[in-house]
């Protein structure tokens, strides 16, 4: 599986932006598909996850009620809306596939198989 992660930029403290991860190469694109991030220093972390089939949804607590992940079955095509960004946010977001997790174990980076190469949010105060 080839991901293509897009979207990323320069917004203010409040702002939104719309990530997109794009998804090729494969039938089946995997039974979840996840947004982490990694900001300077620190370990990548988990962000959100959606089951490829069913749509159903994870969020981490720091980013609920501000992120949305979601999905286009037929574009292969995962999405994250970040509304009320946050400086603290600022990170590279990257896109993952995992071919057979589970629901417990969608919020590691260790059951994704695959990554898109990334993308640099930076949110200024």
């Known amino acids: 599986v080839q991901l293509q992660a897009s979207g990323g930029g320069l917004v203010q403290a409040g702002g939104s932006l719309r990530l997109s991860c794009a998804a090729s190469?494969?039938?089946?694109?995997?039974?979840?598909m996840g947004w982490f991030r990694q900001a300077p220093g620190n370990e990548r972390e988990f962000v959100a996850a959606?089951?490829?089939?069913?749509?159903?949804?994870y969020h981490a607590d720091s980013v609920k009620g501000r992120f949305t992940i979601s999905r286009d079955k037929a574009k292969n095509t995962m999405y994250l809306q970040m509304n009320s960004l946050k400086p603290e946010d600022t990170a590279v977001y990257y896109c993952?596939?995992?071919?057979?997790?589970?629901?417990?174990?969608?919020?590691?980076?260790?059951?994704?198989?695959?990554w898109g190469q990334g993308t640099q949010v930076t949110v200024s105060s």
């Open positions: 993952g596939s995992a071919l057979s997790a589970i629901t417990s174990s969608s919020s590691s980076s260790g059951a994704y198989d695959y």
């Open positions: 190469g494969r039938t089946y694109i995997g039974r979840y």
């Open positions: 959606i089951n490829w089939n069913s749509g159903h949804t």
